[in-house]
């Protein structure tokens, strides 16, 4: 045979040096669950391994994260019900813990980049995305509620901003109200393919932001649906973001690739909860060895054509990485 590719796979150094994919602690996002007091670190029963922090423990765990040469994070509050309303007005309410908390990250890491959450739903009294009257989710009433939380945010310092409502034209009111205030150079990781997926089940309980009533598949894309992330992708490029993402990942490798192949922007892919949730949950069986089914789920995600991936494994990962194992 004068063909034999098992030549290119004979020794670890070989099959480092013809390896076509290569992921590094850089690319990935680290999602931090934010909730208001000191002294708080409150384990997720159905996403072990992952906390909800007080800012105090925040702080040390974006440190640890540093030193693995994590760099970006993405923040979701946690909302008490009190505070919470139709109009989602304590997003925008200057004494929000959340705008607080990322005014003293950037304080004590400047170099980080902070990602942050634009939709209703963390502080809405009906749990959706979007504005809900009559039992329905109004889409243009959301637009200028999005935009006020979107300033909010990029003026307390976040980097980027994370519209993940799935309302159409947000994009554009959102990049044309940072656009008015100053903050011209305040990126957007525009949510473009976000499915109506069953596994965001462990971070709903993270932020208990579930819908009082009905479901988000009015908003959400149908999982049974790709060339429709197409449609999506094109609006938001035209509408001004700086990153495509896909959200679940390895259920949508697929979505991925298209949107790879159709865009010149960085692809961004949400490894969710419920995806997470499952691999830890087979590991602790002892039916997959997490050093090994970890970083392959990753790759699998970085060889579909993600540029950057949001992962609740990200330290996991890095610490891997770092100790020469990858």
């Not at 690319?27 to 909730?35: E, G, M, N």
């Not at 008015?180 to 957007?188: H, K, P, Q, R």
Request: hydrophobic share 40%; glycine share 6%; net charge negative.
């Amino acid at each position: 045979m004068l063909q034999r590719p098992r030549r290119n796979r004979k020794s670890i150094a070989i099959r480092n040096l013809v390896r076509e994919t290569r992921l590094h602690p850089e690319q990935l996002i680290l999602p931090l669950f934010l909730v208001d007091g000191n002294g708080i670190k409150q384990a997720i029963p159905s996403l072990p391994g992952t906390f909800r922090f007080s800012l105090d423990h925040l702080l040390i765990e974006i440190e640890e994260s540093l030193k693995l040469g994590i760099q970006s994070f993405i923040l979701f509050p946690v909302v008490d019900e009190p505070l919470k309303d139709k109009l989602a007005t304590y997003a925008i309410d200057p004494t929000n813990f959340y705008l607080k908390a990322a005014e003293k990250i950037k304080d004590r890491f400047p170099e980080v980049m902070l990602c942050s959450d634009v939709a209703m739903d963390p502080y809405s009294s009906d749990g959706h995305d979007g504005l809900v009257r009559n039992g329905e989710i109004l889409n243009d009433q959301t637009l200028p509620i999005l935009g006020e939380m979107a300033v909010a945010q990029a003026r307390a310092g976040f980097d980027w901003i994370g519209p993940s409502d799935m309302m159409d034209g947000r994009i554009k009111f959102i990049r044309e109200a940072l656009d008015f205030e100053g903050f011209s150079e305040t990126g957007i990781l525009s949510y473009t393919a976000k499915y109506a997926s069953a596994f965001y089940g462990p971070f709903r309980d993270a932020l208990d932001s579930a819908p009082k009533e009905g479901d988000k598949k009015t908003y959400q894309m149908d999982p049974a649906n790709r060339r429709e992330a197409l449609i999506e992708a094109e609006l938001d490029e035209l509408e001004g973001a700086d990153v495509l993402m896909v959200k679940p990942a390895l259920h949508y490798l697929d979505v991925i690739s298209d949107l790879k192949e159709a865009s010149t922007l960085p692809i961004a892919a949400y490894h969710v909860s419920g995806e997470c949730a499952m691999l830890t949950a087979a590991c602790a069986n002892d039916w997959l060895d997490f050093e090994t089914a970890m970083p392959e789920a990753l790759t699998s995600i970085h060889r579909a054509g993600a540029d950057i991936i949001l992962t609740y494994f990200a330290k996991d990962y890095a610490k891997l990485f770092q100790e020469g194992k990858l």
